[in-house]
């Protein structure tokens, strides 16, 4: 069955600190998968997207993320992470055949000062 | 010039009674969604609809049901509210790769 999974459900990291998020991804054919950030009681922005092309794709408010084909992963990743950066992370994948984006469970990510 | 609206924000209403949640987006996409994001933070699609199609989730009890007027609107009407389906709904439209998303309305049934 084609799904996309964060396998942590609460990540912290210290000021400063670089950050990763996890998400592995489960389709047929070739994936396109994105990154959304959903801070205290907002809607979901959009952070980046992979289509094709270079794995390393780079997003807003200086995330990037990283494709692996071979681990099926789509790891979200900040060098340095800001108090800001605090909030709920969904990884999402638009499945074969369909139109709609399928989110995974999220990560909600606390950056400690 | 808010690209995807929707209203209310919020929504406290009683077990049993009807109610609707309006969208719109000013983008000029094609599809729109709704969907709806539990007290575990899940987000599930719901619905989905273009000027042809409509495509539901299996899982949506048909007490939901999503009105259309026009291609810049899908509202999400509700018949006989249950205490479950408090939550946040959101609504969403695309052209090709590019989703946005409303702010959410967050509905509690009391």
């Known amino acids: 069955a084609q799904s996309v999974a964060q396998p942590e459900d609460q990540v912290n990291v210290a000021e400063g600190n670089p950050l990763t998020v996890k998400c592995t991804y489960s389709?047929?054919?070739?994936?396109?998968l994105f990154w959304y950030v959903q801070y205290p009681n907002r809607g979901l922005q959009f952070l980046l997207k992979y289509i094709t092309g270079d794995n390393l794709v780079k997003g807003s408010y200086g995330f990037e993320a990283e494709f692996n084909k071979s681990q099926t992963s789509f790891h979200l990743k900040k060098p340095s992470a800001l108090v800001s950066d605090s909030a709920l992370y969904f990884c999402a994948v638009l499945l074969t055949g369909a139109n709609n984006l399928f989110f995974g469970t999220g990560t909600r990510l606390t950056v400690i000062p | 010039d808010t690209a995807v609206s929707q209203t209310p924000k919020y929504l406290v209403t009683q077990m049993g009674n009807d109610k609707s949640i309006k969208c719109e987006q000013n983008l000029g996409h094609d599809t729109m969604y709704w969907y709806k994001q539990d007290s575990k933070k899940f987000l599930k699609i719901m619905f989905s609809y273009n000027n042809k199609e409509l495509i539901i989730n299996e899982t949506v009890p048909n007490r939901f049901s999503p009105k259309s007027p026009d291609k810049a609107h899908l509202n999400l009407h509700i018949n006989s509210l249950e205490l479950g389906d408090s939550a946040v709904y959101f609504c969403a439209s695309n052209h090709g790769l590019l989703y946005t998303f409303g702010s959410g309305t967050r509905l509690t049934v009391v």
């Open positions: 389709v047929s054919g070739n994936p396109y």
